[in-house]
């Protein structure tokens, strides 16, 4: 985060967008202490989403114009043989079953076989609308370990559609303890690093990191022990 992070600072101040002075601030005390307040990083990630997100612009496709070829048919054969014509055989109808029990096995063959292809059908259907659901099946959102101890750094990364994710962790309680505004590379992927442990990480369990964009959610779970890493 820290190289990207200065590099968008220098081209807001470049550019002229936002406040000279606290840009200039939110720098200088990054450089020197290597963290940053939230509200600072929301403040600059958002004048970097309003004014220095690239514009796309599509190209006109071309058209080529593929000359049309004049087809000359063959000339026609100069001797024609003589066409011989083939007895057409017929086929001898099938005889009607007289016997009624052998109609009756007959029919209820056919239904076994009409309900069997059925009922694959409907299994081949739901196999292929089942959705895979866990990391393995997206890398939307990543974390490098399952478990943390006070002090530990989270590695965060994933892949998003959009130019800007928002990411949160929430503590067994389910209350908010951190929150940032990560911005997308042109790949579609995206990365930051969490200190665990502060304000707000004080209980054992369960810890919930969510990410979101788009109306779309990802989220993935870890374990925290407030106790220092030996």
Known sequence: MGQFFTDDIDALLKSGHGDYGRLSRIKADFEAKKLV???DRRYVDGLIARYMQPIETEKPERIVKIPEKRIVPPPPPANIPEMKYQKVRLEKPIEKVHDSKKLRNTVISIASVVF???IISVVAMNQDNTAIVGPSATNA???DQTSYAKGDIISISGNEESTITSLAISDPDGQ?????IVKVKTDGKFSTLVIAGGTGWEKAGKYTITSSADGK???SVFDFSPSESS
């Open 217 to 219: 959610t990802e989220k």
């Open 176 to 180: 908010e303890i951190w929150t940032e």
């Open 141 to 143: 959102l990543e974390i």
């Open 37 to 39: 307040t939230i509200e």
């Open 116 to 118: 069997a292809v059925l």
